[in-house]
């Protein structure tokens, strides 16, 4: 299972991408990036961390006698990412990211159009 906790959902996904994971992990489910407020303190983002750690372990322990690879694609604001994947890894839980192609087609001066490809998952 791969636990997607970004701000671009599944359905936003090339189909490679969701092909890909679905190849490596199986199953895929989205689980909703939180809105990290910007003047939180520290201790308030390792706070949030831990309760969508809480909430992601819930789900990876329903899932410990699956053949396949359990992970999480975590991306988003960097404090909590950093938290959130630290906690995960301590635990034995993969962690990932997506990698992409950055295709830029310049439309006029002062305007692009920037078209993202999917690469593949790289492990935090």
Same mark, same amino acid.
């Given at each position: 299972?791969?636990?997607?906790?970004?701000?671009?959902?599944?359905?936003?996904?090339?189909?490679?991408?969701?092909?890909?994971?679905?190849?490596?992990?199986?199953?895929?489910?989205?689980?909703?990036?939180?809105?990290?407020?910007?003047?939180?303190?520290?201790?308030?983002?390792?706070?949030?961390?831990?309760?969508? &750690?809480?909430?992601?372990?819930?789900?990876?322990?329903?899932?410990?006698?699956?053949? =396949?690879?359990?992970?999480?694609?975590?991306?988003?604001?960097?404090?909590?990412?950093?938290? =959130?994947?630290?906690? =995960?890894?301590?635990?034995?839980?993969?962690?990932?990211?997506?990698?992409?192609?950055?295709?830029?087609?310049?439309?006029?001066?002062?305007?692009?159009?920037?078209?993202?490809? &999917?690469?593949? &998952?790289?492990?935090?």
């Amino acid at each position: 299972m791969l636990i997607n906790l970004s701000n671009h959902p599944v359905k936003s996904w090339s189909e490679k991408q969701l092909e890909t994971a679905r190849k490596i992990y199986g199953t895929v489910m989205d689980m909703e990036f939180p809105a990290v407020n910007p003047e939180a303190s520290k201790e308030e983002v390792r706070k949030l961390a831990f309760d969508f &750690f809480n909430k992601i372990t819930k789900i990876t322990d329903q899932c410990a006698n699956q053949p =396949l690879p359990v992970a999480v694609h975590i991306q988003g604001e960097f404090t909590f990412v950093f938290n =959130l994947v630290t906690l =995960l890894k301590s635990s034995g839980i993969k962690c990932v990211a997506s990698t992409s192609k950055r295709n830029v087609t310049e439309t006029s001066p002062g305007e692009k159009i920037i078209k993202f490809e &999917f690469v593949q &998952f790289r492990e935090y």
